[in-house]
């Protein structure tokens, strides 16, 4: 039996209907972020598919020492909680140190522990005693089964709001594969499980100083992945990927989000 996590108005966890959390990698200024946030909040709003906006204020593991990062956490937080006002639409953010959880959580509404970090005790401790909800992504390196031991990390503080995210698994040099096994596997916690379409076809640092991605791959994951049973998909989306400044290889361009999203309600309406 799946603990559904509600976030405002919002209820993830089948059978409700699939949870989009999507927005570009990192806040790269005001305008642009705000412009896919809003793009998107329109979109979702017309499909009538719960939307959750997803932007990070600092990329702390990239591949290059001159990689941008963002804009950093207080003018991060700035932008995302004006989002957050004016769209009305929760928020999800990386948080990447102890010392950022309590002020990061003041503005979000979901904290996102990245997949590098996901058997960091002190920081997953630090986050869940918030009482937010902490949607965690499961390291390229663990096993689905291992993500057993992260959730009892959060649930010994007491904090049931828990979501888990798959983004597929190391094979080999620079390349990822996807196990849809690792759905259901995770779902064995009791808890819902997102499937992120856009970092399950990255290349980590196959691009040498950057990584790499295939974009082209991502709406044949994120129709495996609603078949297979997630709650909800976490798909990057940019209105210029060619000129994002972080994971513009495997983003989404928002131009073919809906048609993707009209794919993906009718895969669900049919397992229904």
Not at 173 to 189: G, S
Not at 230 to 257: Q, V, Y
Request: with cysteine.
């Amino acid at each position: 039996m799946i603990k559904p996590v509600e976030i405002n108005n919002i209820c993830i966890g089948r059978p409700q209907p699939f949870t989009l959390i999507s927005g570009p990698c990192v806040i790269e200024d005001d305008q642009t972020t705000y412009d896919i946030a809003y793009d998107l909040k329109k979109l979702t709003d017309r499909l009538n598919i719960p939307f959750i906006f997803k932007a990070s204020y600092d990329k702390a593991n990239r591949t290059s020492i001159n990689s941008f990062r963002g804009p950093g956490i207080k003018k991060g937080l700035e932008v995302l909680a004006f989002i957050r006002k004016d769209l009305k639409v929760p928020i999800i953010s990386d948080v990447h140190q102890v010392s950022d959880v309590e002020m990061a959580a003041q503005t979000l509404d979901i904290i996102q522990i990245p997949a590098f970090l996901c058997r960091q005790t002190d920081l997953l401790v630090e986050a869940a005693n918030t009482g937010k909800p902490i949607n965690v992504k499961k390291g390229q390196f663990l096993a689905p089964w291992d993500m057993k031991n992260v959730v009892d990390k959060i649930l010994s503080t007491g904090n049931q709001k828990i979501i888990l995210t798959d983004r597929g698994a190391s094979f080999g040099y620079n390349n990822l594969v996807t196990d849809f096994r690792c759905i259901k596997i995770m779902h064995e916690t009791g808890f819902p499980v997102i499937y992120d379409a856009t970092h399950s076809v990255q290349l980590p640092g196959g691009g040498g100083t950057t990584s790499a991605g295939q974009r082209e791959f991502v709406p044949l994951l994120a129709r495996a992945a609603i078949a297979a049973g997630a709650d909800g998909l976490f798909i990057e989306a940019h209105s210029n990927p060619e000129k994002a400044l972080s994971d513009g290889p495997n983003s989404m361009k928002l131009s073919d989000m809906e048609s993707l999203l009209i794919q993906l309600k009718a895969i669900e309406a049919a397992l229904a």
